[in-house]
């Protein structure tokens, strides 16, 4: 018998995930700043044996390719939104619970995302997120959203 580290992922004798075990697809989206974060949020990913997909984003203009490439992962573009939209969708089920598939969506640096002036745009953002964790994506943020209890009070 070998021991195992309680925090890591169970594993065959060949060392994958059991099935129904995948890792899930995970998505950061991050401010060229935050590379070194990105890196060493992956090299953990990698250093546990996760093997499920992964895209980094940003939102700055044609900085996305460029940030994915340095981290060794697929780009999911400079549109947060549309981004959003289509996390979790699986074999055109567009339903990420039902599918079976895990999504993760790890907001770094949303800039603007449901901070904007305009109080319509900031319903439809965290509309989006809404409908985003119904399709079984978890989003997570290090940065409140919307910004401020201000901008919270207009869309509740």
Not at 3 to 13: E, K, N
Not at 66 to 92: Q, Y
């Amino acid at each position: 018998m070998t021991d195992r580290d309680p925090t890591s992922p169970p594993r065959t004798a060949a060392g994958e995930p059991p099935l129904g075990m995948e890792s899930p697809a995970i998505t950061l989206w991050l401010s060229p700043a935050q590379e070194s974060l990105g890196r060493a949020i992956i090299d953990a990913l990698r250093a546990r044996a996760w093997r499920g997909a992964l895209r980094v984003g940003s939102a700055q203009a044609g900085g996305a390719m460029a940030l994915a490439t340095r981290l060794g992962a697929d780009s999911a573009g400079d549109d947060l939104r549309a981004a959003l939209a289509g996390a979790g969708a699986m074999a055109g089920s567009g339903n990420a619970a039902a599918s079976g598939e895990a999504c993760v969506f790890f907001l770094g640096s949303p800039g603007p995302f449901a901070s904007l002036p305009d109080a319509a745009q900031r319903l439809a953002d965290v509309d989006l997120i809404e409908s985003a964790r119904k399709r079984g994506v978890c989003v997570t943020s290090l940065e409140p959203l919307p910004g401020s209890l201000i901008q919270l009070m207009e869309i509740s």
